[in-house]
């Protein structure tokens, strides 16, 4: 199996969790789209390793991580499960609207013994989390993104943004309305992808 991940040098333990949250996604997915039926027979790859990657680029001192949007718990669970061998002290608030998909990730956090809070609002609407770090995948294109990642992000804070192969136009595009340093790293998953490490965000 390859994990093409630096987290692969986790336990056995913490890969039984992983393959186990898999297993729940695929139980799970007929009655609620966790993820899209397409891609169930590439779920570890295309899903699961696809997260952990996000983790490999976390601050493994953070103590706080939002994930927004959550949905089926990508990246969020993922890093979560992760999370509790390299940073057992992060706490992560998981934000999801869709109750349904709310009710899954509190199952996970059940199952799996996480760290977590799932919060059932929008983003937008929630009060600002100030976490050290703050995840979305698949949410929103960058321009409409930022604005939810600069109400949750601590001041010193990291935004993980894993980003397809627009990338570099949604970069240009946000660059309009915002200041940033960013740093780009190739997707292991997915050569015309990339995971996408902001920091010091403001409006312009």
């Not at 789209?33 to 169930?40: G, Q, R």
């Not at 509790?84 to 706490?91: G, I, R, W, Y």
């Not at 192969?165 to 780009?184: C, D, G, I, M, Y």
């Amino acid at each position: 199996m390859n994990l093409h991940s630096a987290s692969s040098n986790v336990s056995r333990e913490t890969l039984d969790r992983l393959h186990a949250y898999a297993d729940l996604v695929r139980r799970w997915n007929p009655r609620i789209n966790l993820v899209a039926a397409s891609t169930l027979s590439d779920l570890w790859e295309r899903h699961v390793v696809d997260s952990m990657q996000v983790f490999d680029h976390a601050d493994r001192t953070a103590t706080t991580w939002a994930d927004l949007g959550s949905g089926g718990g990508l990246p969020g669970i993922v890093c979560a499960i992760l999370a509790l061998e390299l940073m057992p002290d992060c706490s992560f608030t998981l934000v999801e609207s869709d109750k349904r998909k709310a009710a899954f990730l509190l199952v996970c956090k059940q199952e799996f013994a996480l760290n977590l809070t799932v919060r059932i609002e929008r983003a937008e609407r929630l009060a600002p989390l100030s976490a050290q770090i703050v995840s979305a995948r698949a949410l929103a294109p960058l321009p409409q993104l930022l604005p939810l990642v600069a109400r949750h992000i601590a001041p010193g804070g990291c935004a993980l943004l894993p980003k397809g192969k627009n990338h570099a136009a949604e970069l240009e595009a946000a660059r309009a309305e915002w200041h940033f340093q960013v740093t780009s790293h190739v997707s292991t998953t997915d050569a015309s992808a990339r995971i996408l490490a902001l920091k010091d965000i403001q409006r312009v």
